[in-house]
């Protein structure tokens, strides 16, 4: 049986490198390739995928956000995210929107091809440390702290925060400080750091 792949990678190398990579693979044939989510979401139900195999960090919707509309939209469609980004709080959110496996792109390429064989037949495929590691650290932040947190990050007033999120002005600098207390930090842009730094944004 052949497991029939999608890649969502936005740099062409890295996407065309892991494509031939896995063409080597008797079981195992790449039946797309994109560049962003948008793209992905669009191959994954032409080209009857079994396994999504996605970085986290492309423009527009992120690899994780990816994952949350596959789990909805299309369940049958098992994920794996492949990232440079060995991040606890990164892993946590992949866990919670349904991935199967998380590795790293310096893990060998055999890694590869078995961990995709394994998410296809039911299994996870997780990097051990990272996940004991992932389970120990709670992400401390909500859903709606983390927007808040990521537009500030951008260098965004708490003017113009309210205004892209639909919020009172008030609302935006409680979410804020929230932010601040939980994850300890000085300021906003503090936070921000400090945040992306564990995975949370």
């Known amino acids: 049986?052949?497991?029939?792949?999608?890649?969502?990678?936005?740099?062409?190398?890295?996407?065309?490198?892991?494509?031939?990579?896995?063409?080597?693979?008797?079981?195992?044939?790449?039946?797309?390739?994109?560049?962003?989510?948008?793209?992905?979401?669009?191959?994954?139900?032409?080209?009857?995928?079994?396994?999504?195999?996605?970085?986290?960090?492309?423009p527009g919707m992120t690899g994780l956000e990816l994952a949350v509309k596959v789990r909805d939209e299309l369940p049958a469609v098992k994920v794996i995210i492949l990232t440079t980004f060995a991040r606890t709080g990164y892993l946590r959110r992949a866990m919670d929107a349904g991935v199967r496996g998380y590795l790293l792109k310096d893990a060998p390429s055999s890694e590869l091809a078995a961990a995709i064989r394994r998410v296809h037949a039911g299994g996870r495929a997780v990097s051990a440390e990272l996940a004991a590691?992932?389970?120990?650290?709670?992400?401390?932040?909500?859903?709606?702290?983390?927007?808040?947190?990521?537009?500030a990050a951008d260098g965004r007033s708490s003017a113009e925060i309210a205004g892209a999120l639909h919020l009172a002005e008030g609302t935006v600098r409680n979410y804020l400080s929230e932010a601040i207390s939980k994850l300890g930090a000085a300021n906003r842009v503090d936070a921000a750091r400090i945040a992306r730094s564990k995975g949370f944004l």
């Open 133 to 151: 590691e992932a389970w120990a650290e709670e992400d401390p932040l909500t859903d709606r702290e983390r927007q808040v947190l990521r537009l």
């Open 1 to 58: 049986m052949t497991i029939r792949v999608v890649i969502a990678e936005d740099q062409g190398m890295v996407r065309g490198a892991l494509a031939a990579l896995l063409e080597l693979e008797p079981d195992i044939e790449v039946a797309a390739q994109a560049a962003d989510a948008a793209e992905a979401l669009a191959a994954i139900g032409r080209a009857r995928a079994d396994v999504l195999l996605t970085d986290i960090e492309m």
